[in-house]
């Protein structure tokens, strides 16, 4: 079970994404509160540059989403917008899983943690709002066939071990668990993500979010990237710290005294 908040700082919390409280912890309540997520709160790996502790406390990641108006990665994320939908009545399990890699390798255990909802009105759902690019609203948990989103056609299917492949659009994305996890189980996967020179949140700076339109915008070192609905992209380099500063403001809501420097000094993403 996902730790949960209080009412005052779940209203918070619905406020920065622009929801109303639902009457109840609905699929309806869900999807909404799901693709409001990704378009407010950016996928981000800045904490990991400019030095800040990580601690995987519920109270404390979503004081991170609401307070400092920041976003994060999987751990984060998730562990925030599952301890908002405890708050509002959902039922949320934790669960790890390992990202598909290059010639079918899987990464480290507790490499990414994604959840389980209940709804009031029955029927599990996969929620992931800390994947980056990724299904826009939630998929059927218990569906083995073909599930439409907007950005693709996502199935989950049975693996080994009892374990389930996440796919888009055929190809592996991630192998989830389905054994209940708790937030402090995931530390040791954080703490990796953010030393170790073979994680790549170590090796790039990444800001994105979901847009209005459907699309993604992105900010990977100083080069800043539209993605339409149909995937077409426009690329453009930000050159000052000044003009980097103005794109996390006023495209990502973050407010920096300086800009990220990448460990080994590289800025490209």
């Not at 996890?181 to 170790?196: I, K, P, V």
Request: charged share 30%; hydrophobic share 40%.
């Amino acid at each position: 079970m996902s730790e949960g908040i209080d009412a005052a700082t779940a209203d918070a919390y619905l406020r920065r994404l622009g929801v109303e409280r639902a009457g109840r912890p609905t699929s309806g309540a869900l999807r909404e509160l799901h693709l409001r997520h990704l378009r407010t709160v950016p996928f981000e790996n800045l904490s990991v540059h400019l030095g800040e502790e990580i601690v995987l406390d519920g109270k404390r990641l979503v004081d991170k989403v609401v307070g400092a108006r920041r976003g994060g990665f999987c751990y984060e994320l998730n562990g925030a917008f599952g301890a908002l939908l405890t708050a509002l009545g959902y039922d949320v399990t934790l669960l790890a899983a390992r990202v598909h890699g290059d010639e079918g390798r899987l990464g480290i255990p507790y490499d990414h943690l994604a959840l389980r909802v209940r709804t009031e009105d029955g029927g599990d759902w996969l929620a992931d709002v800390g994947f980056g690019s990724h299904f826009h609203l939630p998929p059927v948990f218990a569906e083995r066939g073909e599930q439409r989103d907007p950005v693709g056609v996502f199935r989950i299917a049975e693996a080994e071990a009892a374990d389930l492949d996440v796919l888009r659009d055929g190809r592996p994305v991630y192998r989830l668990e389905t054994r209940p996890r708790a937030l402090g189980d995931f530390t040791a996967g954080a703490w990796w993500h953010r030393t170790s020179p073979h994680s790549h949140f170590t090796r790039s700076l990444v800001c994105s979010r979901v847009t209005a339109d459907g699309g993604r915008i992105t900010l990977s070192g100083r080069r800043l990237t539209r993605t339409a609905p149909d995937g077409t992209r426009e690329e453009r380099g930000a050159g000052s710290d000044a003009e980097v500063l103005e794109i996390y403001r006023d495209e990502f809501g973050i407010v920096l005294d300086a800009v990220p420097a990448v460990r080994g000094g590289r800025t490209d993403g």
